[in-house]
């Protein structure tokens, strides 16, 4: 083989390299050498579980879901009448198989749509906190409750719906600022062995809940299939992600002190003119004095808003009521 390099060669370049072949083999297997005490770190990677998203994106993830904890939290406390709280235990990435496997035997198990996004996503509720909740709408104190082991009857299922449908809302809501999507629900199953939405060995991330209810505690997780999140996950950068979420939020904030202020009242006062007089020409007034003004009777007037000079105006009358005509912005030191 003529590409075959002789001992020369190889001496040559490892020579290039910086140091000897046996130094360069043992730094290259991790076992000390020059090549290991290069400061280059080595890491175990496994090929069956490939990192596909980066660990900037995994904490995108978990500061918006984060977002959506607080949200469904208090959608959920409100409808219940009762303090709920959800807060996120992690976020992690597994195959398809591994989080399917994790999970109880019957659970609630939803399927959800992601419009405009292709793919589906899962949430799953642990019936450790399913069945308080569903007792909680029944009336029930949830305090000697017994968890059943089976799947959810058709009653219970229309009051989960309540839930799942907040839940919906609160993911839509949190998502949006991200990407406009939406999320719906397709079907409800109670084993998780018989949904098939990837393959087994698909990459997914899983985004870990508790919500405690009194004194009851159950998780809730959120699988999302590394296909759906693809066409999104430059996105999900930590930086244009803290950027974005920033200015929504001054926007909102915007938005929410110009809907107060357009609602607040404010006082008015037009001014006719000035004048000065001594205290016992003012104790002297009768009905039908004339005060003297050093205004014109063609001079604008100005009205002032909470004591500040806003505009000129005119006296005139409007159906039968007194009423002033704006005519321009008045200065700030104009006289009165």
């Known amino acids: 083989m003529a590409n075959v390099l002789d001992q020369s060669e190889i001496d040559a370049l490892v020579e290039a390299m910086g140091g000897d072949a046996d130094a360069l083999l043992a730094g290259g297997a991790g076992q000390g050498g020059e090549a290991a005490d290069s400061g ?3 890491y175990d ?3 069956r579980r490939p990192e596909r998203v980066s660990k900037d994106q995994m904490r995108a993830l978990e500061g918006l879901h984060e977002n959506f904890a607080r949200n469904f939290g208090a959608s959920i406390s409100s409808f219940l009448r009762s303090i709920v709280e959800v807060t996120v235990a992690g ?3 597994l195959t398809y198989s591994e989080f399917i496997y994790s999970l109880p035997n019957p659970t609630c198990f939803n399927l959800l749509k992601t419009e405009p996004l292709k793919g589906q996503v899962c949430l799953e509720i642990s019936p450790l906190i399913i069945y308080p909740i569903i007792d909680r709408l029944l009336g029930g104190a949830s305090e000697d409750l017994y968890v ?3 799947a ?4 219970e299922l229309r009051l989960v719906r309540q839930i799942l449908d907040r839940a919906l809302a609160a993911l839509t809501d949190t998502w949006s600022a991200l990407t406009p999507i939406r999320f719906e629900l397709t079907e409800t199953e109670s084993n998780p062995h018989l949904v098939q939405i990837v393959a087994p060995t698909e990459t997914v991330v899983i985004v870990g809940f508790e919500i405690k209810s009194g004194n009851r505690t159950g998780t809730m997780s959120f699988c999302i299939p590394f296909a759906v999140i693809e066409p999104i996950i430059n996105q ?3 930086q244009s992600w803290l950027t974005h979420e920033t200015q929504l939020e001054g926007d909102a904030v915007q938005q929410t002190l110009l809907s107060n202020v357009r609602l607040a009242k404010v006082g008015l006062r037009a001014f006719l003119g000035e004048t000065t007089m ?3 020409q003012l104790m002297g007034l009768q009905v039908g004095d004339v005060i003297r003004t050093d205004k014109r009777t063609g001079h604008e007037l100005i009205l002032q808003v909470e004591g500040r000079s806003k505009f000129a105006c005119r006296l005139g009358r409007c159906r039968g009521h007194r009423a002033i005509l704006l005519t321009r912005q008045a200065k700030p030191d104009e006289l009165l």
């Open 40 to 42: 280059r770190d080595v």
């Open 45 to 47: 990677y496994d090929f």
């Open 148 to 150: 059943p082991q089976r």
């Open 91 to 93: 976020v992690e990435q």
């Open 236 to 238: 999900l950068g930590t």
């Open 152 to 155: 959810l009857t058709d009653i």
């Open 278 to 280: 001594t205290l016992g």
